[in-house]
């Protein structure tokens, strides 16, 4: 029987082992890769993932994902002693987190269990200077997770619209810090961008740095480089691990295709003002953009798969919108996204296609009339994330990176 820690939930083996399909690969394992997966089979792992999240399905994906290679998985939102129970702890995000985290890491007995964070959301800019960060730790000092709870509760019930009344305290105080980020080089104007985004990011960093400081983690990932060279220029060694494909993701339906191109998420800001230049662009060229806010599940699998291009634009210049181009590729649509730095594992040209603002309306014109050069991106790109990068895959990558043989 798997430990359970204090307010987790266990994930049974057997049953994510029936949730999860095979892994279809073009080449058998080799040797080493079977007698290394047989040595996961121990591996106790903890996750530790905030209770509440903008994300709460890759707290699953995840847990899946340990489970099909042979771990036993629990997931736990606040830790307490059966922390030491485990073989390894995994931080997946720290933003919406509460809990004495640094109580009980820094209680680790010789540094049992490893601990890892794996770094899913935006940090700031690696090019950003000591006296923009010490604008940027005052901004994220307006967080209202970081109150202890009982105080957070008698101050929410006495404050009348509390999350409207704190939203614009964070934007009144995000704003020196955006103006001065703007006024960077090669940021390209971050004023443009929604102010939230600076504050989550600021947030983040601030807990991650506390927790390096207290010696809690002992290795650290990032889904995509921009945010494992903002970590590395901070002194902190970090590596890179791509998030994987899992089957809620979606799949190819093979359905026909009817939506030239679509964009998928909110038009806030800058990105509301290019989907509607694009528009008229491409409307010009006999084109239709669709633009649709929110869609989820099999609702969102479906939109994608009558989809011939997804549109990615980007929510900070720095960042690389790794999650999105994970999503059309899965789902068996050419993703036409913006330039952004440090496309990690995505290869531009041969799993999707990456062009500059000013192109963008020649680019998607030109694919959308050779059918044949979009299929086969599309399809190299699909067979990418569901044979190469899926969570498996990159959970495998993270164990035998964090050297578990030297730990345990």
Known sequence: MHLIAHGAKTVPEKENRLLMPKVHCDRPPTASKVSSRADFMSRRVLIIAPRFSMYPCFTKMIAEGFSSIGCAVNICHVPDATVFAHDVVLLTGLSQYDGGLTRWL????????????????????VQLSVFGERIGFRVAKCDWGRLPPGLAKVLGNMIPFRTQTLRLIRRWLVRPYAQYVARQPEQEGWIQFDTEIFFKAMVEWVRIRALHRAGCIDQFFATVQPRVEFLRSRGISADLLPFGYHPDWGGDLAIERDIDVLFLGALVKRRGVLVHQLQQQLERRGRKLTAVRRA?????????NRTRIMLVLLRTPHDMPAMRLLLGMACG??????????????????????????????????????EDERCRIARQGHEFVTRELTIENMLCRLLDQIKMEAHL
Do not use: N
Request: glycine share 6%; hydrophobic share 35%.
């Open 333 to 370: 649509a050419l993703v036409v996204c913006e330039k952004c730095a440090g496309t990690s594992e995505f290869r531009s040209g041969e799993h999707f296609v990456m062009a500059g603002l000013e192109q963008l309306p020649e680019v998607i014109d030109y694919y959308l009339t050779h």
């Open 296 to 304: 989820f599940g099999e609702a969102r699998t479906e939109l994608l």
């Open 106 to 125: 820094s209680r680790r007995p010789e540094k049992k269990p490893v601990t890892v964070l794996w770094q899913l959301e935006p940090l700031p800019p």
